[in-house]
């Protein structure tokens, strides 16, 4: 549903800009109160248990049921420093524990398997069921591994990974890294936009160059890029690749992989095939496959998923909201901005089911540090702020650092601390 | 039709309740400072603290920041987005919190 909000342009000032976002922010309209109202949210990473966490704090009546299949929180932010051996699995895993026992949060450990947003239901793969008056989806990115061909195939037989989801891939590519002989080559890609986390990919060339330099300084890097140039932070990054790793990273760019072979380590793209002897292919993404079950990922969205963005709620499916990677707009994929975009939907979700209308002038920030080597970094923040017709507008001051230093990287560090605790408590 | 009954009637109800909505607003907002800042602005590591700052303290830091007449890491970037309404409000809320 489209809504034409020029009419609530001709107003200015603070009254005025409710009556303006009032009229685009909800598809459904506040509630009647109810003594208890259910939100169920499905997955547990940087969007979704913030949002469980600030609408148990924000909505003490409201009751919560946060699903996710993962024992820990793996953190995919700082997952690159594992892979770089700068830290551990140990360092970027953190307890549940606190958003049961701090924030009351119903942690239910399961696959969510159907969604019927007509009776407002979601079913696990364990047999649960779950009612809702509000469905929050958080599920992070699908990848796409069905568009690169022989993916699947090495992917089980454990000879390539994406790691594009910390867990037991980034282990596994770090042990890769570790059993590869001194100058042999390292073949990553770098997938098509949107994808989740822009810089990603060329932070984690760069922190397998640092780890080439000290251990293996003999070994290559050759990073095959989607994309016709360098995504994001292009300045930070070639800056390092030209001086501490000079003549040891082969950036090229459009060369999408569309076939990779476990057997021979090849990866085919339309202009190469290059052999390899650790291959790190990162498919092209779309929204999670939770958001298919609700029918709010669209073909007509490129597979990702139409929001308010001033509540997070679904234009097509009411009283569904969707936050994180998961959602289409012209914003960056990151785990700062899920964590900011659970704080704007479940503010929304509180007021809607207290009967009350949402902030109508959200604010959303992003802050996006990338190591390049084991004493430097960089970031790049923006912070944007809903201006109605215009949507969020990026105020002028954002922008990113072009040379890493070692403060930002003493930051960088604090940040991953402090956004854990903020997510989980 | 739906739409305008609808966004007759949200705007009826702002029109009663404007002094809730900054607080909305404020709470939102400030919660956005958490995720560099630390769980309720106690940070761990070589970023700052904001809980228990003094009022005054953090409006004229922001507003330094915003302006450039203090020397900013990243700080500008994130001050230059807020008014100084929002400085005073959430350094009401922040001066609120146990440090």
Known sequence: ?425 | MKTTLLVAGLSAFMLAAPVHATDVHTRTIASTCFACHGNNGVSNGAIPSIAGLDKAYFVKTMQDFKSGARPASIMKRHASGYTDAEFVAMGDYFASLKK
């Open chain 1, 1 to 425: 549903m489209t809504i034409n909000r020029r009419d609530f342009l001709k107003v200015s000032g603070a009254g005025a800009a409710s009556t303006l976002i009032a009229g685009c922010a909800t598809q459904s309209a506040p509630t009647v109160a109810k003594a208890s109202p259910k939100v169920v949210v499905v997955g547990a990473g940087f969007g979704g248990a913030t949002c469980a966490k600030y609408l148990r704090t924000w909505g003490p009546n409201i009751e919560v049921t946060l699903i996710d299949p993962n024992d820990n929180f793996i953190s995919c932010p700082i997952s690159n420093w594992v892979i770089g051996g700068m830290k551990t699995m140990a360092d970027i895993t953190r307890s549940y524990d606190k958003l049961p026992s701090q924030y009351g949060v119903k942690m239910v450990k399961d696959y969510v398997v159907a969604i019927d947003t007509k009776a407002r239901i979601v079913k696990t793969k364990g047999g649960g069921s779950f009612s809702y008056d509000r469905l929050v989806l958080s599920p992070g990115v699908d990848i796409r591994t069905d568009l690169v061909g022989g993916f699947k195939e090495a992917e089980a037989a454990g000879k390539v990974v994406h790691a594009w989801k910390a867990g037991a891939q980034t282990a596994l590519l770090r042990k890769q890294l570790v059993n590869m002989p001194d100058g042999g080559v390292f073949v990553m890609s770098v997938p098509t936009v949107p994808y989740r986390c822009p810089p990603g990919p060329y932070e984690r060339a760069s922190l397998v160059a640092d780890y080439f330099t000290k251990a293996k300084p003999k070994s290559k890097i050759i990073l095959l890029d989607g994309n016709p140039d360098i995504v994001s932070k292009k300045p930070l990054f070639m800056g390092v690749w030209n001086t501490l790793y000079k003549g040891m990273i082969d950036y090229r760019p459009n060369n999408a992989p569309y076939r990779v072979n476990g057997d021979t380590m090849t990866v085919t793209t339309e202009f190469d095939e290059v052999k390899g002897d650790v291959l790190n292919v990162v498919p092209p993404q779309r929204a999670g496959a939770v958001c298919e079950m609700a029918g709010v990922r669209t073909a007509a969205n490129d597979n990702w998923c139409p929001v308010n963005l001033t509540t997070f709620e679904s234009t097509t499916t009411p009283n569904v909201h969707i936050i994180g990677d998961s959602v289409s707009a012209a914003l960056p994929k990151s785990g700062h901005m899920a964590n900011n975009m659970a704080k704007v939907c479940a503010s929304a979700i509180v007021e809607l089911l207290a009967g009350r209308n949402p902030d109508t002038v959200p604010v959303i920030t992003n802050t996006c540090y990338s190591a390049v080597s084991d004493t430097k970094a960089g970031y790049v923040a923006n912070v944007w702020r809903w201006e109605g017709a215009k949507g969020y507008v990026s105020q002028p001051d954002g922008g990113a650092t072009a040379v890493p230093d070692e403060l930002n990287k003493a930051y960088n560090e604090s940040w991953a601390s402090n956004i854990w605790s903020d997510v989980l408590g």
